[in-house]
C-alpha cells in the first residue's frame, strides 16, 4: 500500500493543526484501521501463509493471556473469503477492541513472521522494509510515539531513544516557556509534522526558520541590534559571537 500527501494533509499543516508531539497510552482508530488495511493487503501475497501467521499469532495472545478465546462481541465481524475464521476473529480484535499492548503485540508478531516466511521463500514479491517504513509513517503522522525497528523487527518506544528525551522534549519546554519564542515554536512543529509525513525537505526548511526565529529572539531578549526583515542565520550567528559568548544560554 501506499501513503499519500492529500490535499487535507496539506491544509491541517498550513493551518496549523498539530497534536502533542507524542502519546502512548491510546491507538486511535484511524490509525487501527490503516494498520489493519496494511494486513489485509498481505493476504493477497500469500493468503494461506497469512491465515497460517494469524493462527500463530491468534495461539500466542491467547495462551499468553492464559485465555481460551479472544474476548470481544462478535456479531460484527467483517467476512472475508480471503481469511480463515481465526484470522479473521484476530484482525477484527485488533481493528475494533485491542487494547495499546494487544495491539502492539499482534503487530509486531506479524511482521516477525511474515520475515520468517520470506526467509524460508515465501512472500517473495512482498519488500517488507516498505511494508515497515508505512507503518512507521502511519504511526508518526497519529502522533503515537511507537516504531518498528527495521533491524530488530521490534516495536519500541519513540521517547525511549535519547534523542527524543535530551532534545525534543527539552526544547519543546523551552519554546513554550516565552511569548517571544512563539514564531520559532510554531516553525519547529511545522516541521516536526513534515516529518510525520515523509516531507523531508520541507523538515530541514523549517527546522532553519525555526533556528533563524530563535536567533532574533535572543537578539529582541537581549536589546541586540540586527537588520530586521532581512538577517539570515549566518550573519546572526556572527552577531551573537561577537556580543556575547554565552549567548546559548537562553
Avoid at 497469512?50 to 467483517?78: S, T, W
Avoid at 534523542?163 to 519554546?175: C, D, F, N, W
Amino acid at each position: 500500500m501506499a501513503v499519500y500527501e492529500t490535499y487535507s494533509k496539506r491544509q491541517k499543516c498550513l493551518r496549523g493543526e498539530f497534536n502533542d508531539v507524542y502519546q502512548h497510552d491510546k491507538i486511535p482508530q484511524k490509525l487501527r484501521v490503516q494498520i489493519c488495511n496494511i494486513y489485509d493487503s498481505l493476504f493477497d501475497y500469500n493468503a494461506a501463509r497469512m491465515n497460517a501467521i494469524c493462527d500463530e499469532v491468534h495461539y500466542i495472545i491467547v495462551n499468553e493471556d492464559g485465555k481460551d478465546r479472544l474476548e470481544f462481541e462478535r456479531q460484527d465481524i467483517e467476512v472475508d473469503s480471503n481469511k480463515s475464521s481465526i484470522a479473521t476473529v484476530l484482525i477484527s480484535f485488533a481493528k475494533r477492541f485491542a487494547d495499546t499492548d494487544s495491539f502492539l503485540t499482534i503487530l509486531e508478531l506479524i511482521v516477525g513472521f511474515i520475515y520468517e516466511q520470506q526467509e524460508c521463500g515465501n512472500f517473495s514479491n512482498l519488500d517488507l522494509d516498505e511494508v515497515i517504513e508505512e507503518i512507521n509513517i502511519r504511526f508518526r503522522e497519529s502522533a503515537v510515539g511507537y516504531h518498528i525497528e527495521p533491524e530488530s523487527l521490534t516495536i519500541v518506544r519513540i521517547d525511549s531513544n535519547l534523542v527524543h528525551s535530551e532534545v525534543m522534549q527539552p526544547v519543546l519546554g523551552l519554546l513554550n516557556s516565552d511569548p517571544l519564542y512563539a514564531g520559532a515554536l510554531h516553525e519547529f512543529m511545522t516541521a516536526h509534522e513534515h516529518y510525520r509525513y515523509g516531507r523531508y525537505r520541507e523538515a530541514i526548511s523549517n527546522c532553519g526558520n525555526s533556528f533563524e526565529s530563535i536567533m532574533k529572539a535572543i537578539h529582541e531578549k537581549r536589546g541586540w541590534n540586527y537588520e530586521k526583515g532581512k538577517a539570515t542565520a549566518s550573519p546572526l550567528i556572527d552577531s551573537c559571537a561577537r556580543a556575547d559568548a554565552s549567548v546559548f544560554i537562553l
